[in-house]
């Protein structure tokens, strides 16, 4: 049949990429996030958690820093210090001997 959770691109590219995601997210291979996923509402519901579990605690960072200016202008001085500091000088390329 046609619905049951497998990773295969070609023949199932929505369903390969979700499993892809998935398995970015937990640390596996897409074929091992497949296994033990019934339908396509189990993958649905996996990749939701797995995603909300990854960028949970970005979003938790990232809302405590933009809370206080003084951080991000901490954060972006550097920046501002001219040239010599960031970026570092470009590469010179190879020796020449």
Do not use: H, M
């Amino acid at each position: 049949g046609g619905r049951e959770v497998t990773f295969d691109p070609l023949e199932k590219p929505g369903v390969a990429n979700l499993l892809t995601i998935l398995a970015a997210c937990t640390g596996t291979t897409p074929d091992a996030a497949a296994a033990g996923l019934g339908s396509y509402r189990e993958l649905k519901q996996a990749v939701t958690e797995a995603v909300v579990a990854v960028l949970g605690p970005l979003q938790r960072r990232y809302a405590d820093v933009t809370q206080d200016p003084g951080t991000v202008a901490a954060i972006a001085r550097p920046a501002r210090r001219g040239p010599g500091t960031w970026p570092p000088r470009p590469w010179p390329g190879p020796s020449r001997r």
